[in-house]
């Protein structure tokens, strides 16, 4: 069975420092993967994804993942954040049948305080 | 844009009434998805479609029923709500690439009483 694992619920963050969200996840085949960011009150939003190539792979925002196939991990990394990027961060990982939509973290909750 | 449109925003509901959520999307999308999130789970898959007059379940489909009248629309069926129903639901659209990016609506907090 597939699954994604967020290991941090809550990050606290000063505005301006750097941020890192770690993600690792469970699968045998090739992943797919995605970073989703859901605003207060708001849907979730795609910020990046990774199927192949370079495993640094940039978005949206200034955010930037990189695939660890040893580590099975895919982390988020952002060099200065903004009070704007508090928000609900979720790892995701596509699933075997892909019309059935994605496999989601529990998601990490990062609050940027000025 | 691609836009996925959920009304109503908000439901109150009372227990063993019926509740419909309703989804439309404007991306022209052949899958589209309804998940509810609750604290401590995530986003869980309850139904899904591929196309008009599909519906699959998910992972947590018992107490939920699904319909896709065409490509655009889908809604999510309660048709005896419980309080463990209380939840904020999410529609979603793909597309049929292996990628499969997922564009959600804004959600629809609904509590039953």
């Known amino acids: 069975a597939q699954s994604v694992t967020q290991p941090d619920a809550r990050v606290t963050v000063s505005e301006g420092a750097s941020l890192q969200l770690r993600c690792k996840y469970s699968y045998s085949g090739t992943p797919y993967l995605f970073w989703y960011v859901q605003y207060p009150r708001q849907g979730l939003q795609l910020l990046l994804k990774?199927?192949?190539?370079?495993?640094v792979v940039q978005g949206v925002n200034g955010f930037e993942a990189e695939f660890s196939k040893s580590n099975s991990s895919f982390h988020l990394r952002k060099a200065s954040v903004h009070w704007s990027d508090s928000a609900v961060y979720f790892c995701v990982l596509r699933s075997n049948n892909y019309a059935q939509g994605l496999t989601f973290g529990l998601g990490t909750r990062v609050s940027v305080f000025p | 844009e691609a836009a996925v449109t959920q009304s109503p925003r908000n439901k109150v509901a009372v227990t063993g009434g019926k509740v419909t959520l309703s989804c439309n999307q404007t991306?022209?999308?052949?899958?589209m998805y309804w998940y509810r999130q609750d604290t401590g789970h995530g986003l869980r898959l309850i139904h899904y479609?591929?196309?008009?007059?599909?519906?699959e379940k998910g992972d947590i489909p018992d107490g939920y029923k699904a319909s896709r009248p065409s490509q655009e629309n889908f809604s999510l069926i309660l048709e005896l709500a419980t309080p463990s129903q209380t939840s904020v639901y999410f529609c979603?659209?793909?597309?049929?690439?292996?990628?499969?990016?997922?564009?959600f609506g804004a959600g629809t907090r609904l509590s039953v009483l």
């Open positions: 990774y199927y192949s190539g370079d495993p």
């Open positions: 979603a659209s793909g597309d049929n690439g292996g990628q499969n990016t997922l564009y």
């Open positions: 479609s591929y196309g008009a007059g599909s519906t």
């Open positions: 991306n022209n999308h052949n899958n």
